[in-house]
C-alpha cells in the first residue's frame, strides 16, 4: 500500500510540472505541427498497445502554430484519458471551417471515444486541477487541466461536447501562417 501511495505521488507531482510548464509556456506561432502525421505516429505507438486510434476521412492535411511535441502532448493525454476511463478506440476528426474575416484561420480537432462518457454532474468539472474519478486507478486530475493550458497557451480552446455515446472534446487551434489563405 505504501508503494502505491509512493507511485500516485510521484505521478501527482510530475503532472504538477507538467501543469506549471503548461501554464507559463509561450506561443509560439512560427512553430508547425502537422496534424495529420502527429496523429498518424500517435496511432501507430497506440495500436502497440491495443488501442485503435482512427483518423476520419477525409484526412485534412494542415498545420497548426505549435510545436509538433506539443500538440503530440495535447492528444496523447486525451488519448490515455479515454484509454484510462474505459474506451478502447478513439476516432480523431480534423476539419477546417471557411474563416470569417473578423477572426483567424482555424483548425478544429476532435477526439471522440467510445468509453461510458463523463456524467452531466462531472462535465462541469472536467478541466478543474485535481478533479477525478479514475483516483483508484492512478488518476491524478491534471491531464485535462494540462492540455488545457497546453491549448490556451497557444490561442487555442477546448470544450467538452455533447455526445450520443462516450466522450467528445473538440479542440480549437489557430492555423499555421503559411497554410491561411489570401
Given at each position: 500500500h505504501l508503494d502505491q501511495d509512493a507511485a500516485r505521488l510521484d505521478r501527482l507531482v510530475r503532472r504538477l510540472l507538467d501543469l506549471a510548464r503548461a501554464d507559463v509556456m509561450p506561443a509560439t506561432p512560427t512553430a508547425r505541427a502537422e496534424v495529420a502525421a502527429v496523429i498518424a505516429r500517435l496511432a501507430a505507438r497506440y495500436q502497440a498497445a491495443e488501442f485503435k486510434v482512427v483518423m476520419a476521412e477525409p484526412a485534412i492535411s494542415a498545420s497548426v502554430a505549435m510545436p509538433e511535441d506539443v500538440l503530440e502532448s495535447i492528444l496523447s493525454n486525451l488519448l490515455d484519458n479515454a484509454r484510462q476511463?474505459?474506451?478502447?478506440?478513439?476516432?480523431?476528426?480534423?476539419?477546417?471551417?471557411t474563416p470569417r474575416p473578423e477572426s483567424p484561420a482555424t483548425l478544429i480537432i476532435e477526439v471522440s471515444d467510445n468509453g461510458p462518457g463523463i456524467s452531466t454532474a462531472n462535465a462541469a468539472r472536467v478541466f478543474?486541477?485535481?478533479?477525478?474519478?479514475?483516483?483508484?486507478?492512478?488518476?491524478?486530475?491534471?491531464?485535462?487541466?494540462?492540455?488545457?493550458?497546453?491549448?490556451?497557451?497557444?490561442?487555442?480552446?477546448?470544450?467538452?461536447?455533447?455526445?450520443?455515446a462516450g466522450t467528445r472534446l473538440r479542440i480549437s487551434l489557430p492555423l499555421a501562417t503559411a497554410d491561411r489563405s489570401p
Open positions: 476511463h474505459g474506451g478502447d478506440a478513439v476516432i480523431v476528426t480534423v476539419a477546417c471551417p478543474e486541477p485535481f478533479f477525478t474519478t479514475a483516483r483508484a486507478q492512478g488518476g491524478t486530475g491534471l491531464g485535462l487541466a494540462v492540455v488545457k493550458s497546453l491549448v490556451n497557451a497557444h490561442r487555442g480552446a477546448i470544450e467538452l461536447v455533447d455526445s450520443a
